[in-house]
């Protein structure tokens, strides 16, 4: 009952009446199709919204940043600008920055506030896929599941013809309808899954690149402040 109220949300009546009409086996295929969907939607969705909080408080800070004189300054309004990967970005060279300067002590090396904020860029990446991976997985598994519902459904229309000992269209038609209606929920897991996983690693590595080039921007503004402070070591290269 609980399998068939959840079809009827997501399905017309038409469709839930041929649902009905399928044997055991497909409603098992059906009712796993139907929880891959419903897991990725519950990602995609969730994962959509964190990004879109991120890319706006993004912005904001960046223009925070900017405007401010002092690093304490962008440290004192940081925290409402949390859902922005920046954030972690800039606290973990702050911090770096404040392990370094102390009580009036001069800051000595630049290089160390650079992997600090590399790491923290990492760190911000990996916190945005998590998940993610379950994209790709719905993606590549559902369509075979929904192959394995066709399979059988056409097994199950031989079988028919088979117990009727004539081609009639009543004999090969419930199992042909079950072969279909397996095929199509598969693709219907699939394809959103497949787009969003695309759509979302783009907007991730956008904000990885971001996340580099503010990087440099705090480096910028640390070496203003401190213009006699070095590099004990290269640059590493940023990562893109």
Not at 11 to 39: C, H, Q, R, W, Y
Not at 49 to 54: I, M, N, P, V, W
């Amino acid at each position: 009952m609980y399998f068939h109220s959840l079809l009827a949300f997501f399905v017309g009546g038409e469709i839930l009446d041929l649902v009905n009409e399928t044997g055991p086996v497909a409603k098992v295929v059906l009712l796993i199709l139907l929880a891959f969907s419903l897991i990725s939607w519950a990602i995609i969705l969730s994962k959509w919204g964190l990004l879109r909080r991120a890319r706006v408080q993004s912005g904001r800070f960046s223009r925070a940043f900017r405007k401010a004189r002092q690093l304490q300054d962008v440290s004192s309004v940081a925290e409402q600008f949390k859902p922005s990967p920046l954030v972690g970005v800039f606290e973990s060279g702050f911090d770096e920055y404040k392990r370094q300067v102390g009580n009036g002590g001069m800051l000595k090396n630049l290089v160390s506030i650079q992997r600090a904020m590399q790491i923290a860029v990492s760190e911000e990446i990996s916190r945005f896929e998590r998940n993610l991976p379950w994209l790709a997985i719905t993606a590549a598994v559902t369509p075979f599941i929904g192959l394995f519902g066709t399979v059988w459904g056409i097994i199950d229309a031989f079988h028919g013809l088979g117990a009727a000992g004539a081609a009639t269209l009543r004999a090969v038609a419930p199992g042909i309808s079950e072969a279909l209606i397996t095929t199509a929920a598969g693709l219907a897991a699939a394809i959103p899954a497949v787009i969003a996983y695309n759509l979302i690693g783009s907007s991730i590595r956008d904000f990885a690149a971001r996340g580099d080039d503010f990087s440099l921007e705090m480096l910028n503004a640390v070496e203003s402040l401190h213009p006699q402070a070095s590099y004990r070591a290269d640059v590493p290269e940023v990562r893109r």
